[in-house]
């Protein structure tokens, strides 16, 4: 499911990690880099713990 490149004690862990710095507004390119995980991943995580997937997110153009 991911590649882990840090230490942790399981994978909640990471999940917490990862939505930490979400909130920091870190881009995934970077979240990816630093713990070993896919945009896909990021994207589930975001997806299952608050219930929208934000790249679906469009503005309209007027």
């Known amino acids: 499911m991911f590649n882990q ?3 942790f ?3 909640k ?3 917490e990690k990862i939505l930490k710095e979400k909130t920091r507004r870190v881009p995934d390119q970077e979240i990816g880099r ?3 995980v ?3 991943y990021i994207e589930k ?3 299952k713990t608050q219930g929208v997937n934000v790249s679906v997110l469009k ?3 007027k």
């Open 38 to 40: 896919t945009f896909r």
């Open 34 to 36: 630093k713990y070993g």
């Open 5 to 7: 490149k840090m230490s």
């Open 59 to 61: 503005s309209s153009k």
């Open 45 to 47: 995580l975001i997806t």
């Open 9 to 11: 004690k399981n994978e």
């Open 13 to 15: 862990e990471l999940q």
